[in-house]
C-alpha cells in the first residue's frame, strides 16, 4: 500500500482526496494538514510514502514547507498539485525537489498515476507545463560549460528517464544500490541539477532516453 498525506488549505479537496485514495485498492490515505506549518510537522512524524501538497496555504507556503521537509528528511517524495501553473510557482517547486508537478483539474485516474510514478522515483509533470520545464532547463544548461556524463552515467541517465528506481537500475547493470546513489549524486552534481526530475528532463533533452523506447 502506497501511504499517501495531503496538505492543501480547502477542506473540500481534501475530503476529495481522502475519498479518491480509500478507493484505490494500492493506497492508502494517512493524514493531512490545513496548512503548512502542520504539514511539515505531520509529514516528518507519520513519514508517508507520497506526500500530495498544494503551493497555497497558510502560516508557510507549500515551497517553504517543502524545502522544510526536504531539509530534514532528503528522501521525501512529494508531488505538488496545485492551480497555479505560472513559472514563478512552477520552478521554485521543481528546484526545491518536487518530484511531481500536477494541476488541480487532472483527472482522478491522473492523479493516481501520478502517485504511482512518484512512489517508484518517477517523475511527473503536468504536459501542459512539461515543456517550459524543458525549455528553462535548456537555457540554463547552456550558459555552462560542456560537462558531459560518462558512458556509465548517461546509462544510468537513461534509466532515470525511463522511472526505474536506484535498486532497479542497480539490477539492470549488475551494480550495488549504493554505488547507484553515488552515481546519480555525482549526475547531479557534475550537469547542476537538483533532483530525478530533472536528471529525466536532462537525459529527454539531450537524446539519451525518449519517450517512446522503454
Do not use: C
Amino acid at each position: 500500500m502506497i501511504k499517501v498525506f495531503q496538505a492543501d488549505d480547502h477542506a473540500i479537496v481534501r475530503e476529495g482526496m481522502e475519498a479518491l485514495i480509500a478507493a484505490t485498492p494500492d493506497m492508502a490515505f494517512v493524514g493531512a494538514a490545513s496548512d503548512g506549518e502542520e504539514a511539515v510537522e505531520r509529514v516528518l512524524a507519520l513519514r508517508p510514502d507520497v506526500i500530495l501538497l498544494d503551493l497555497q496555504m497558510p502560516k508557510k507556503t507549500g515551497i517553504e514547507a517543502l524545502r522544510d521537509i526536504k531539509a530534514a528528511w532528503p528522501e521525501a517524495k512529494v508531488l505538488v498539485i496545485t492551480s497555479f501553473s505560472s513559472d514563478r510557482h512552477l520552478f521554485p517547486a521543481i528546484r526545491a525537489g518536487a518530484l511531481g508537478y500536477l494541476l488541480k483539474d487532472a483527472t482522478p485516474s491522473e492523479i493516481q498515476q501520478a502517485i504511482r510514478n512518484v512512489h517508484l522515483g518517477q517523475s511527473t509533470l503536468d504536459p501542459s507545463i512539461a515543456t517550459r520545464v524543458l525549455q528553462e532547463m535548456m537555457r540554463a544548461n547552456d550558459e555552462l560549460p560542456d560537462n558531459r556524463p560518462t558512458e556509465r552515467e548517461t546509462e544510468i541517465l537513461k534509466l532515470i528517464a525511463h522511472g526505474y528506481s536506484n535498486d532497479e537500475i542497480g539490477e539492470q547493470l549488475h551494480i550495488t544500490e549504493r554505488t547507484v546513489r553515488t552515481h546519480v549524486s555525482n549526475i547531479l552534481a557534475k550537469l547542476h541539477l537538483n533532483n530525478r526530475t530533472q536528471a529525466a528532463l536532462y537525459a529527454l533533452r539531450e537524446g539519451i532516453a525518449s519517450l517512446d523506447e522503454r
